[in-house]
Every structure is written in C-alpha cells, then in structure tokens.
C-alpha cells in the first residue's frame, strides 16, 4: 500500500510505529476476501458504539483519523454488512468497503493524516484495581440521581429522575476506549443496588424513576420498579436493533422504554412508532441544533445539560424537558 513518496533532499520525519492491531488490519485489507466501513463524524459515540461492536464480533479495528469520520478494518464481510445496516437505519450513511477493491480509497485517508500512521490510543496508566474501586465509590459520586423538568408559566414543573453511571468519576481522565468497561462495572453495582430495592438517596416517590441501562446484546435479569407509574429503562440508540427484545423484558418486569442519544439528525425517530416500547422519553446532551428545532414531538424531548437562560427559555418556549448533572 503505498503511503507517501520520499524525497531524498529533504527526508519526512518518522511516522510513528504501526501498532501489531493496526498492520493485521492493513495486511487483512491488502490481502483482500474482507470488508470494512467508512462513516461521516455525525452522532460520534453511536458510531464509535457501532462500529466496535461490528469489529469485536468480525475481528476488525476501528479507526478514527484526525480529519473526521471513523473507519472499520479488515473485518468479516457478515460484521461489515449488518454495521452498515444499523448506521443506514440510523440515518448515518455510511458507506460498505470491500478490500481489495477499496484500497485506493483506504490509501488516501491514510495519506491525508500528513504521513502518521493511524494507530490505538495506549490504553490509561493505572487500570489495576478498577473493580475494586467501582465499588467503592461513594454511590451518589458513581451512580448519581438526577432531575428532569420542564418550564411551565416561568416555573419549572418535575418530570421524573434518572438514576444512572458517571465513569468518569470512576477514573478521571480515561481514555475513551475505557469509558465503556467503566460504565459496565458501574451499571453492574447500580442493577444489584436496584434489583435489592436500594434507591438512590434523594429520590422522590413521587416521581418516575428513569433506570441507565448500558448497551448490551440481550437484556439482563431485570429488576422490578419502584411502586408507582412511568418509571423507564433508559437505553442508548445503539441497542436500537435490539429494541425488540429489551421492550418485551422490560415490560415484563414492570419498565417502559426511554432512549439516550439522540441528536438534530435523528429527530424524525421520535415520531409515534419508530422507537420500540412505545412513546417514552427521548434523551440526548445539550446541543443548540436540537433545542432550537426540538422535531416532531418535543413533549418527548429531554435535553441533558447546564440550564442556561436560552436553555431555560427554549424549554418555556418548545415545551421540551431538562436535566441538569448528566451530561453526555
């Protein structure tokens, strides 16, 4: 694979090492009978989400160069095929590579990066221990609780509470290749503590309960709710093609469906039928595309976030919710 052209005059200066991951993915490509992804830098940790499921499950890496986008290599052509699927249901348009047909387009990213090699991020310092200390955080600095509310006639209205996971507490300046195994660990104390009927300290009986749920294949042994109504499991959109089968367990057991992640592009989804378990609520991060044009069904929305003058005033304004001390 050709990578840039020399000059003896004036020699480039070193790439860094090609990770042993990095070249497997390479030679997989340039020996060929593989396949790969290529999506634009839209909804950035769904993609991320998507894509390393898709390379767990073929033998693949995911790239992200430092010009934007994210890349899946030397994967199964099955694995391949059903990311592209999910991204193109997700409204990601991605684009399904075929190696060796594609090298030239895999060439050129590459030579775009001004010479460096792509490689994985060296995984944080200090990870011994990590279970250990997932226990042991304090539970409302690990798992904390949160309020949703809306502004109605200049006053804000309580909505429910979203008891969820903060891995970035858990180690401080991980790496993002960590945040998830961080989150797991922590979703895995707040089931226990759910599953015992421990509820966060703080939370309102009189309130819906919005439970964080991570991203896994198929649904765990499930805990029953609190008494009362509208209390929800909130999953990400990458279990999206999952939806199915978490709706049917969490009814089972007493849980509606709410969904964390969306973003101006996906909009459209919150309209009545394209989320399974029904018409619950629909989480995302603070952004000012979405809370200026909040889509179809704003009494939906909830938007995570600082509650600024224009967040409060949008609020008022659209009708969507807030909550404030769980960001993206």
């Given at each position: 694979?050709?990578?840039?052209?020399?000059?003896?005059?004036?020699?480039?200066?070193?790439?860094?090492?090609?990770?042993?991951?990095?070249?497997?993915a390479?030679?997989?490509?340039?020996?060929?009978?593989?396949?790969?992804?290529?999506?634009?830098?839209?909804?950035?940790?769904?993609?991320?989400?998507?894509?390393?499921?898709?390379a767990?499950?073929?033998?693949?890496?995911?790239?992200?160069?430092r010009?934007?986008?994210?890349?899946?290599?030397?994967?199964?052509p099955?694995?391949?095929?059903?990311?592209?699927?999910?991204?193109?249901?997700?409204?990601?348009?991605?684009?399904?590579?075929e190696?060796?047909?594609?090298?030239?387009?895999?060439?050129?990213?590459?030579?775009?990066?001004?010479?460096?090699?792509?490689?994985?991020?060296?995984?944080?310092?200090?990870?011994?221990?990590?279970?250990?200390?997932?226990?042991?955080?304090?539970?409302?600095?690990?798992?904390?609780?949160?309020?949703?509310?809306h502004?109605?006639?200049?006053?804000?209205?309580?909505?429910?509470?979203?008891?969820?996971?903060?891995?970035?507490?858990?180690?401080?300046?991980?790496?993002?290749?960590?945040?998830?195994?961080?989150?797991?660990?922590?979703?895995?104390?707040?089931?226990?503590?759910?599953?015992?009927?421990?509820?966060?300290?703080?939370?309102?009986?009189?309130?819906?309960?919005?439970?964080?749920?991570?991203?896994?294949?198929?649904?765990?042994d499930?805990?029953?709710?609190?008494?009362?109504?509208?209390?929800?499991?909130?999953?990400?959109?990458?279990?999206?093609?999952?939806?199915?089968?978490?709706?049917?367990?969490?009814?089972?057991?007493?849980?509606?469906?709410?969904?964390?992640?969306?973003?101006?592009?996906?909009a459209?989804?919150?309209?009545?039928?394209?989320?399974?378990?029904?018409?619950?609520?629909?989480?995302?991060?603070?952004?000012?595309?979405?809370?200026?044009?909040?889509?179809?069904a704003?009494?939906?929305?909830?938007?995570?976030?600082?509650?600024?003058?224009?967040?409060?005033?949008?609020?008022?304004?659209?009708?969507?919710?807030?909550?404030?001390?769980?960001?993206a």
């Open positions: 694979m050709q990578i840039n052209a020399t000059s003896a005059e004036t020699p480039p200066p070193p790439s860094p090492p090609r990770s042993a991951a990095l070249a497997e390479l030679r997989r490509c340039e020996v060929g009978d593989c396949a790969g992804v290529l999506v634009g830098g839209r909804q950035p940790a769904l993609a991320a989400a998507l894509l390393e499921e898709a767990n499950a073929g033998d693949g890496l995911v790239w992200r160069p010009g934007g986008g994210f890349w899946l290599l030397g994967t199964s099955a694995a391949a095929a059903r990311a592209a699927r999910n991204l193109d249901r997700m409204g990601l348009a991605p684009q399904l590579l190696f060796p047909r594609d090298l030239p387009v895999l060439d050129t990213a590459v030579a775009q990066e001004g010479g460096s090699e792509p490689h994985r991020p060296a995984p944080p310092p200090s990870l011994a221990g990590l279970e250990e200390r997932a226990e042991a955080l304090p539970a409302a600095t690990a798992l904390p609780l949160s309020t949703v509310w502004m109605r006639g200049h006053q804000p209205v309580l909505l429910a509470q979203r008891w969820g996971t903060a891995p970035g507490a858990l180690l401080p300046g991980m790496a993002r290749n960590w945040t998830g195994h961080a989150e797991s660990l922590l979703a895995a104390r707040l089931l226990r503590l759910a599953r015992g009927q421990q509820w966060p300290t703080g939370r309102k009986a009189s309130l819906p309960l919005l439970l964080d749920m991570p991203w896994l294949p198929t649904p765990p499930l805990p029953r709710p609190p008494p009362g109504e509208g209390h929800a499991l909130v999953l990400p959109l990458a279990a999206l093609p999952e939806g199915a089968a978490w709706a049917a367990a969490a009814a089972r057991a007493g849980w509606g469906l709410a969904w964390w992640g969306m973003g101006a592009e996906l459209g989804l919150m309209e009545p039928g394209r989320l399974p378990g029904g018409d619950g609520l629909v989480l995302a991060p603070y952004e000012g595309a979405l809370a200026q044009a909040p889509g179809p704003p009494e939906r929305l909830v938007l995570c976030g600082p509650p600024s003058r224009e967040a409060l005033a949008l609020s008022q304004h659209h009708g969507f919710a807030l909550c404030h001390g769980m960001g």
